[in-house]
């Protein structure tokens, strides 16, 4: 039981979580000034039709099985680590708390605003524009809070099991 | 005051500056 829930749900996790946070730094590293980029030269359709869908539908489906396979993880110390009831597990709270608002951000603000961008979902052109700043800066502050949340879920392991247990 | 998030150097800073925070609350918190 134990090699499945922190053995095989770890690796999962990590396996789900490089293709969540890689495809947020594709979006914000690549894809966002690239199509800053074709805007200008009017050469960005094949991105928002044939690339943008694809990439967002792994990026939504990556951040739910992450944040499922995390809570496998966390399993009987959920609570103690999203509530910090243990000074142990206020490492893995902060980075469970981030990668918590993360996913929120993802399904809340990102995708159903991507969905009017893309034209999914049927939106006036005023619309779309809202749409357009919202997803850009839940897509940002995802990127921002990604540095501590890594930081966190490294660092629970390593640097503050040392600061604890020596 | 312009928003650091829509440079990508400034979202990149505001994660480390964050991540600096966090860490020496929760330092300070299990000490």
Known sequence: MEFLQLGIGRWLHVVAGVMWIGLL???????????????????????????????LFWFRWG????????????????????LFLKPAYYPIGVGAWLGTIMFFNVWVLIWPNQKKILGMVQASDEEKAKSRRIAFLASRTNTMLSIPLLFFMTASGGLFRTAVWG | MKNPLDTLWGTVISGLVLTFVLFYIVKFAMQ
């Open chain 1, 25 to 55: 730094y594709y979006f914000n590293f690549v894809q966002v000034p690239a199509l800053a980029a074709a805007a200008k030269d009017n050469t960005g359709a094949g991105i928002t039709k044939h690339v943008a869908p694809r990439a």
């Open chain 1, 63 to 82: 951040a739910v099985a992450t944040w499922v396979f995390g809570a496998v993880i966390l399993g009987q110390h959920f609570l103690e680590a999203f």
